[in-house]
């Protein structure tokens, strides 16, 4: 792609903000269900749903609509995600500000109440901005391949997007940062800091299957580019809080420390990866852990609707259709029930 003009950036600015409402009815879906679900267990209903409440966008062979889709993905994703925090916080939903930028918008929707004024933190909301930024796209990880797989079928662009969030569900996919908090607790619970050698010999033991959440890359063999922005981002956010000296987030600057002068992470090219850092950002943000991944496929939903309006767009594409390899037993008579 090429980069937009100062107007068309203006333009498509103005036109996303015109779009940050969801319908009033789907607001219904969400008291379905129960307060205590995972968010991405709403966020794959309520985005699945969309096609049912927008259904002048679902003719993928007109550009008009494919941009209309795209564009509502884009946002009312915040505002969906927003609400499914609100739901099971017992709050109620926010409407979008459209005075606001696109990350203020969503921390409005998050932390403010109608009880009283929000103005959002700047420094909070440029390191959203960041993570958002940072998670925007990644070629073919696995739920852009599901989205693209999906879409390959002709299946509306707001299915394609709930099954990229399903995809992204997964813990070995967009649940490392959670994994990674979790992980910060655990060692928090054993004793803290002085329990983080203890920790690192047992990551060090390969017979413990504990690995070192936050720490290596598939790809990635040296430093993650993203994680350099975000760690910056990290000192950022904590300072603005004043958190150095939380001691979950003194902990995790520690383990830090202590894992990039260690040998064994030295000698395998082990660095911090951005879902390190940017999952103790958002949990001093105020994020809850459990949303950590939604927050992800709110930024990804940019990559994945932009890919599969990429695929759509190419005349030669046809539908995904991976084969298997059979390794099983050669060919069998059926016994019969009753003697098996
Ligand atoms: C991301 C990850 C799956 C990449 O795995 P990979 O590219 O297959 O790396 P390998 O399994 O080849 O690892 C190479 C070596 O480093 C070790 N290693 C890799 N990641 C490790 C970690 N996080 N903690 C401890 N040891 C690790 C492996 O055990 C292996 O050791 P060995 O050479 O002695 O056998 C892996 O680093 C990991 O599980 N990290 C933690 C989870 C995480 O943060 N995921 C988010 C990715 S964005």
Known sequence: GELPTATQYDEYVTTVKRHTMVHEQLMRLYQGFRRDAHPMAILVGVVGALSAYYQDSLDITNPEHRLLAATRLVAKMPTIVAMAYKYTVGQPFMYPRNELNYAENFLHMMFATPCG???????????????????????????????????????????????????????????????????????????????????????????????????????????????????????????????QNDPLFKLALELERIALEDDYFVSRKLYPNVDFYSGIVQKAIGIPVQLFTGIFAMARTIGWIAQWNEMIHDPEQKIGRPRQLYVGAARRGVVSKGIR
């Open 117 to 243: 004024p929000y103005t959002p933190n700047p420094v909070l909301a440029r390191a959203l901005d960041r993570i958002l930024i940072l998670h925007a796209d990644h070629e073919q990880n696995a739920s852009t391949s599901t989205v693209r797989l999906s879409g390959s079928s002709g299946a509306n662009p707001y299915a394609c997007i709930a099954s990229g969030i399903a995809c992204l569900w997964g813990p070995a996919h967009g649940g490392a940062n959670e994994a990674c908090l979790n992980m910060l607790f655990d060692i928090q619970r054993q004793g803290g800091i002085e329990k983080i050698g203890e920790f690192i010999k047992q990551v060090k033991d390969k017979d413990s299957n504990t690995k070192l959440m936050g720490f290596g890359h598939r790809v990635y063999k040296n430093f993650d580019p993203r994680a350099t922005l975000m760690r910056e981002t990290c000192h950022e956010v904590l300072n603005e809080l004043g958190l």
